[in-house]
C-alpha cells in the first residue's frame, strides 16, 4: 500500500497550487527546517503604482499571509486545515521595481488550536526587508468552518 | 455617472494590480462602496472554495486607498505605512464590499478603519486598520 504523501512532497502544491496563488505566479523556494521561502515574481500586471512601477502593497500581503500559512504546515510537519485569524504588516520601504519579492516566514509557537508566525518580506537581501509581518492561524478549520459557512443564508 | 466617480474610475484603471483582482467602486454621494466581483482566480482555498485571506486583505487596502483618494486630493497615491488585517469569516464564492471610514488625516498621515461583507453589511468577513502616508500637497 502506498504512504501517504510527505508534507515536503505537497509543500510545492500548497505553495503555488491554489488558483490565487498559481496566478501571481508564486515559488516555493525553500524549506529549511521550519523557516519558508516563498517567491513571487516581479510582472507589469501586479504594479500598484504605475508612476513608481513598484508592486502593490496586496501582492506583498498576499506573499506573507502565504508564507505564513506554509510555515505553519512546516512546523506541524503535516497538512491540516488552517485559517488566518489575524495579520499585521508593517511596510518600511517600497519594492524594487524589476525585482522578484520573497517572502521567509517562521511559525515560532504552536499550541493545541493556534500558531504564531513572522515573516520578512525582502528584494535583493533578506537583512533589508521591504516589510514585516506576524501572523496568528486557527488550526483544523475544516469543521467550523464549513459549519459556519453551511449556516450562512 | 459624476465626475468624481469618472476620476476614481480613472484611478482604478491606472493601477495595474487592480484591474488583476477586479476591483471596483461605487459612489453614492459622497459615500464609497468598494466592490470585488467574485473571479476563479481569486480563490485561495479551492476545496471551499474560499478567497485568498490575502486578496480580501488587498482589496480592504485598496478601498481605503480610494476613500483617500476620494477625500484627499492629492498628486500621489497614498502609500501604507502599517495595516492589520482581522479575518472574521470565511470569503465564499460571491462579490464582496467594503467601506472604509478615514479616522484622522493629517498632514503626512492618515488612519483609515475599513470593513467587508458578502451577505449582510452586518456579518462582516474581515476589517482592517492602516496607517498611510500621504503624498506632500
Known sequence: MASPPSLKDLMPQLAAGAPHTHALGFVLEGVEGDVVTLRAPYRDDLVGDPETGVLAGGVATTLLDHVCGLAVWAALDRFVPIATLDLRIDYMRPAEPGLALFGRARCYRLTRSVAFVRAWAYDRDADDPVAAAQAAFMLNTDRERSEAAGAEP | ?137
Open chain 2, 1 to 137: 455617472m459624476s465626475d468624481r466617480q469618472a476620476r476614481l474610475d480613472a484611478v482604478l484603471a491606472g493601477i495595474p494590480y487592480a484591474r488583476f483582482l477586479g476591483v471596483q467602486v461605487k459612489l453614492a454621494g459622497d459615500e464609497l462602496t468598494g466592490v470585488l466581483p467574485f473571479a476563479q482566480h481569486l480563490v485561495g482555498n479551492p476545496m471551499l472554495p474560499a478567497l485568498h485571506g490575502g486578496v480580501i486583505g488587498a482589496f480592504l487596502e485598496m478601498t481605503a486607498m480610494a476613500q483617500l483618494a476620494l477625500i484627499e486630493q492629492r498628486a500621489r497615491l497614498p502609500r501604507p505605512i502599517g495595516v492589520t488585517v482581522e479575518y472574521l469569516r470565511p470569503g465564499r464564492a460571491r462579490t464582496t464590499y467594503a467601506r472604509a471610514q478615514v479616522k484622522r488625516v493629517g498632514r503626512r498621515i492618515a488612519n483609515v478603519h475599513v470593513e467587508a461583507w458578502q451577505d449582510a453589511r452586518s456579518a462582516p468577513i474581515a476589517t482592517l486598520r492602516a496607517h498611510f502616508l500621504l503624498a506632500s500637497q
